[in-house]
């Protein structure tokens, strides 16, 4: 099985802050990985899949990059309503979520 | 529009049995995959399997053999989690989900809560 190691657990960051999250694969994935966001009580919403492409209707403040096993999540400015757990998945091989990170505003 | 509509909370006991639906509509129920994933309270995201709604094939991930079995009826563009000998440790909300043509999981059900306790 793919492992996914998704760092830091937990992030607490001001408004207009730049946030990075990153998620390192066991094995080389391919780009075959997504970025969720999932805010409480609701189900997740997909924002980026092939490691680097944003959904249709997602803000471009938020992106996608990276190749192998290391892959980067980044806010490029943080805003009140990014409050949320968020969650890389790699497809490579079947699937595996990341442990999630919870972003907090300071 | 694409939707998936999933069936309400259940509440069971010990080594009962559950079945959880998921109806699709506003798109070709057969031309994308379903999966399935659970979310334990306060817990993070699990990968469940997914079930291929053209043939029909389930696959499982590890932790879900056995007790837990993907089915649909296309009549009705709608999947469904089976789960038996429940225990408390199955308590969870289950999600299902359509995957994308790109990759990734783009459209999600609610999510159904299952509470299992005496």
């Known amino acids: 099985d793919i492992q996914m190691t998704q760092s830091p657990s937990s992030l607490s960051a001001s408004v207009g802050d730049r946030v990075t999250i990153t998620c390192r694969a066991s094995?080389?994935?391919?780009?075959?990985l997504s970025w969720y966001q999932q805010k409480p009580g609701k189900a997740p919403e997909l924002l980026i899949y092939?490691?680097?492409n944003l959904e249709t209707g997602v803000p471009s403040r938020f992106s996608g990059s990276g190749s192998g096993t290391d892959y980067t999540f980044t806010i490029s400015s943080l805003q009140p309503e990014d409050i949320a757990t968020y969650y890389c998945?790699?497809?490579?091989?079947?699937?595996?979520f990341g442990q999630g990170t919870r972003l907090e505003i300071k | 529009q694409v939707q998936l509509v999933q069936s309400g909370s259940e509440l069971k006991k010990p080594g009962a049995s559950v079945k959880v639906s998921c109806k699709a509509s506003?798109?070709?129920?057969?031309?994308?995959?379903i999966n399935w994933v659970r979310q334990a309270p306060g817990q993070g995201l699990e990968w469940m399997g997914w079930?291929?709604?053209?043939?029909?094939?389930?696959t499982y991930a590890q932790g879900f053999t056995g007790r837990f079995v993907f089915s649909l009826d296309t009549s009705v563009s709608t999947t469904y989690l089976h789960i038996s000998s429940l225990k408390a440790e199955d308590t969870a909300v289950y999600y299902c989900?359509?995957?994308?043509?790109?990759?990734?999981?783009?459209?999600w059900g609610q999510g159904t809560l299952v509470t299992v306790s005496s």
């Open positions: 989900a359509r995957w994308g043509d790109y990759g990734g999981a783009d459209y």
């Open positions: 506003g798109y070709t129920f057969s031309s994308h995959t």
């Open positions: 079930i291929n709604t053209n043939s029909e094939n389930p």
């Open positions: 094995q080389d994935i391919n780009k075959y």
């Open positions: 092939g490691a680097s």
């Open positions: 998945q790699q497809y490579d091989t079947l699937c595996t």
